[in-house]
């Protein structure tokens, strides 16, 4: 099927917003396309970041009614151009408003709305998060999306910041969608640039996603509308400080991704237009699975019984214990440090070699944590295929333990991944020894052989500085976002990740949106995967040699956290760079790679 996307601005007056539409519409239909995804609030002008209307008469005013003109007019362009069409508007849920006090809040939703060729409304999905002002005018969703089978396939509908969290996308994914329509409307890259390809890739699905250009919000600031009509003020407006106009225009960045996260259409200008990519749903399972590339169901991976703890209090986690606080633990441990020293090293070397390597490495290092990949010293993980060969790394494993807790210094650690009673477990190793285990939580391939743990632990670890809390998953652990979140909620400052690249995509998306979407600090550390690369055909990315194919290296990651996640605080301080919440990154490189990290951050939550 052939996708396209739109990307434009809108106004204050509605029948303009439809013009509009039927423009863009029309422009798209010019590429013959099976689907075309408009942005996020195209009847109207709103920005969550401002309160956007200057009472409620306003929002209901510029409101849509269900069996309106509007609706009418775009079903209408999707008979014509004979293609699915996804509208997004704000939709009056109440039969009507009988009165004209401005501080009364109706029933208004954030709708997509999804045409069929035939010129039918076949599907609406609200909004599910809404983000700042937006819960002041506007009502979310009372129940998840539904999945929507066409010809071509399962299409999901997504709206706004839906996509900045997993949770949306997830549902979904696990009802059968394999292409997510997405609408938005932001001023900012950080869905465009990493949490969109995440959804994609972390469900093995398509994303279309459609974003404004342009001012969003009106010509007339805010605090004069409220001069003018000093009798509404009420708490809607409680906020002080409002962000400049100036920063609220639509980033655009509208982008077609592939599952495995590769970006197949995008347009790179902030500018009105439409961009599309021929894609086959198909490509989102194999026989109704979808697959990882070792072959590991992603579907079937899922624990769920796992991940019930997301939705019980933060103080009754399920399956969860505390890992007794260490003796050499002082008086400053109620202490979170600002900063801690992180390293990871990766040897190129194999069984007690590489073991040699590291404690060489260890005793000319004065990092507070050490983070190796995953049985760092077995380079093909596919020989451990019978007992003898499990039982020979087991007494690797035991080996390093030996061997690596006399050079460690006191408060600092060595995270990996061995093989300890027959089963694959992440550990950290202190000067005492092992001071604390993580059983692999979920299936894969490569390690088919062992027995899966129940619980996650969270590690209470001493620094010289202070404590800080810690967990660590290892396999394709970290590659479950359900799982990380379960840690997050349970307080913990640091995600370290023993684990082996499987895909690009794990380092380019996953784990970033994993460390912003939790305000986490991550450590990862991977051997070195090299994959190959297909460049993008792409017009505006300008790709001269269209059947160039080229080797890709993928390594770990330090992701650290900004210390300040606030956007009036970044504009204050003339450091807004078009992302609210960035990550902050530092590529494994060569056999050593340093960093520090900021766990205090990880406390602003």
Same mark, same amino acid.
């Given at each position: 099927?052939?996708?396209?996307?739109?990307?434009?601005?809108?106004?204050?007056?509605?029948?303009?917003?439809?013009?509009?539409?039927?423009?863009?519409?029309?422009?798209?239909?010019?590429?013959?396309?099976?689907l075309?995804?408009?942005?996020?609030?195209?009847?109207?002008?709103?920005?969550?970041?401002?309160?956007?209307?200057v009472?409620?008469?306003?929002?209901?005013?510029?409101?849509?009614?269900?069996?309106?003109?509007?609706?009418?007019?775009?079903a209408?362009?999707a008979?014509?151009?004979?293609?699915?069409?996804?509208?997004?508007v704000?939709?009056?849920?109440?039969?009507?408003?009988?009165h004209?006090?401005?501080?009364?809040?109706?029933?208004?939703?954030?709708?997509?709305?999804?045409?069929?060729?035939?010129?039918?409304?076949?599907?609406?999905?609200?909004?599910?998060?809404?983000?700042?002002?937006?819960?002041?005018?506007?009502?979310?969703?009372?129940?998840?999306?539904?999945?929507?089978?066409?010809?071509?396939?399962?299409?999901?509908?997504?709206?706004?910041?839906?996509?900045?969290?997993?949770?949306?996308?997830?549902?979904?994914?696990?009802?059968?969608?394999?292409?997510?329509?997405?609408?938005?409307?932001?001023?900012?890259?950080?869905?465009?640039?990493?949490?969109?390809?995440?959804?994609?890739?972390?469900?093995?699905?398509?994303?279309?996603?459609?974003?404004?250009?342009?001012s969003l919000?009106p010509?007339?600031?805010?605090?004069?509308?409220?001069?003018?009509?000093?009798?509404?003020?009420?708490? /809607?407006?409680? %906020? @002080?400080?409002? #962000?400049? !106009?100036?920063? &609220?225009?639509g980033? *655009?960045?509208?982008? =077609?991704?592939?599952?495995n996260?590769?970006?197949?259409a995008k347009?790179?200008?902030?500018?009105?237009?439409?961009?599309?990519?021929? /894609?086959?749903? %198909? @490509?989102c399972? #194999?026989? !109704?699975?979808? &697959?990882?590339?070792? *072959?590991?169901?992603? =579907?079937?991976?899922?624990?769920?019984?796992?991940?019930?703890?997301?939705?019980?209090?933060?103080?009754?986690?399920?399956?969860?214990?505390?890992?007794?606080?260490?003796?050499?633990?002082h008086?400053?441990?109620?202490?979170?440090?600002?900063?801690?020293?992180?390293?990871?090293?990766?040897?190129?070397?194999?069984?007690?070699?590489?073991?040699?390597?590291?404690c060489?490495?260890?005793?000319?290092?004065?990092?507070?944590?050490?983070?190796?990949?995953?049985?760092?010293?077995?380079?093909d993980?596919?020989?451990?295929?019978?007992?003898?060969?499990?039982?020979?790394?087991?007494?690797?494993?035991?080996?390093?333990?030996?061997?690596?807790?006399?050079?460690?210094?006191?408060?600092?650690?060595?995270?990996?991944?061995?093989?300890?009673e027959?089963?694959?477990?992440?550990?950290?190793?202190?000067?005492?020894g092992?001071?604390?285990v993580?059983?692999?939580?979920?299936?894969?391939?490569?390690?088919?052989?062992?027995?899966?743990?129940?619980?996650?632990?969270?590690?209470?670890?001493?620094?010289?500085?202070?404590?800080?809390?810690?967990?660590?998953?290892?396999?394709?652990?970290?590659?479950?976002?359900?799982?990380?979140?379960?840690?997050?909620?349970?307080?913990?400052?640091?995600?370290?990740?023993?684990?082996?690249?499987?895909e690009p995509?794990e380092?380019?998306?996953?784990?970033?949106?994993?460390?912003?979407?939790?305000?986490?600090?991550?450590?990862?550390?991977?051997?070195?995967?090299?994959?190959?690369?297909?460049?993008?055909?792409?017009?505006?990315?300008?790709?001269?040699?269209?059947?160039?194919?080229?080797?890709q290296?993928?390594?770990?990651?330090?992701?650290?956290?900004?210390?300040?996640?606030?956007?009036?605080?970044?504009?204050?301080?003339?450091?807004f760079?078009?992302?609210?919440?960035?990550?902050?990154?530092?590529h494994?490189?060569?056999?050593?790679?340093?960093?520090?990290?900021?766990?205090?951050?990880?406390?602003?939550?």
């Amino acid at each position: 099927m052939r996708v396209a996307v739109s990307q434009f601005a809108s106004s204050i007056n509605t029948q303009e917003n439809l013009a509009t539409c039927i423009r863009m519409i029309n422009e798209a239909a010019v590429c013959e396309p099976s689907l075309i995804v408009l942005p996020e609030f195209c009847n109207t002008l709103f920005c969550h970041a401002q309160p956007g209307y200057v009472d409620h008469n306003q929002a209901w005013n510029e409101a849509l009614p269900a069996n309106g003109t509007f609706l009418q007019r775009i079903a209408q362009q999707a008979k014509q151009h004979d293609c699915y069409i996804v509208l997004n508007v704000t939709l009056r849920r109440d039969l009507l408003r009988d009165h004209q006090d401005g501080t009364i809040q109706s029933n208004i939703s954030v709708t997509s709305c999804l045409f069929s060729p035939s010129g039918d409304l076949i599907h609406q999905a609200d909004k599910q998060t809404l983000t700042g002002y937006e819960n002041n005018f506007f009502t979310s969703a009372k129940q998840v999306s539904e999945v929507i089978t066409t010809p071509f396939g399962k299409l999901g509908l997504l709206t706004g910041s839906d996509s900045m969290t997993f949770e949306a996308s997830r549902g979904l994914a696990l009802h059968g969608a394999q292409l997510l329509c997405h609408s938005i409307n932001s001023f900012v890259l950080d869905q465009s640039n990493l949490h969109g390809p995440a959804r994609a890739c972390e469900n093995k699905v398509f994303l279309a996603s459609a974003n404004k250009v342009g001012s969003l919000v009106p010509p007339v600031k805010i605090q004069e509308a409220l001069e003018e009509q000093p009798q509404e003020k009420s708490v /809607i407006y409680s %906020a @002080e400080d409002l #962000i400049p !106009n100036e920063v &609220l225009v639509g980033s *655009g960045q509208s982008q =077609i991704v592939s599952p495995n996260g590769k970006v197949l259409a995008k347009i790179t200008i902030n500018e009105e237009g439409f961009i599309f990519a021929d /894609i086959d749903l %198909a @490509e989102c399972s #194999i026989n !109704n699975k979808k &697959l990882r590339p070792d *072959g590991t169901d992603l =579907i079937k991976q899922r624990r769920p019984e796992l991940y019930q703890g997301l939705a019980a209090s933060i103080n009754q986690p399920l399956h969860l214990k505390k890992v007794p606080q260490h003796e050499d633990a002082h008086i400053q441990k109620n202490k979170v440090p600002v900063t801690a020293n992180v390293a990871i090293f990766a040897t190129y070397k194999s069984n007690e070699q590489a073991i040699e390597d590291v404690c060489h490495y260890i005793e000319n290092n004065l990092s507070d944590i050490i983070q190796l990949p995953e049985l760092f010293f077995i380079a093909d993980k596919t020989i451990l295929n019978n007992a003898e060969q499990i039982a020979a790394a087991a007494c690797l494993s035991q080996q390093l333990i030996n061997q690596v807790s006399p050079v460690l210094r006191p408060f600092q650690y060595v995270c990996t991944s061995l093989v300890i009673e027959g089963k694959h477990q992440a550990v950290l190793i202190s000067e005492h020894g092992v001071f604390a285990v993580q059983q692999q939580l979920h299936f894969c391939q490569r390690y088919q052989w062992t027995a899966l743990g129940n619980e996650v632990n969270i590690i209470e670890l001493p620094l010289e500085q202070g404590n800080i809390n810690v967990a660590m998953l290892t396999a394709d652990d970290a590659n479950i976002p359900e799982i990380v979140n379960v840690a997050a909620l349970n307080d913990i400052h640091v995600l370290l990740v023993p684990f082996e690249i499987q895909e690009p995509c794990e380092v380019e998306y996953s784990l970033l949106s994993r460390a912003t979407e939790n305000r986490i600090c991550i450590v990862a550390a991977s051997r070195e995967k090299s994959f190959v690369n297909d460049l993008p055909i792409d017009k505006d990315m300008k790709t001269k040699n269209k059947n160039k194919i080229k080797s890709q290296k993928s390594t770990g990651l330090i992701i650290n956290l900004t210390t300040d996640c606030t956007l009036l605080s970044q504009l204050k301080s003339n450091k807004f760079t078009g992302y609210i919440n960035p990550p902050l990154v530092k590529h494994q490189h060569g056999k050593i790679t340093k960093a520090v990290i900021h766990p205090i951050a990880a406390c602003k939550k």
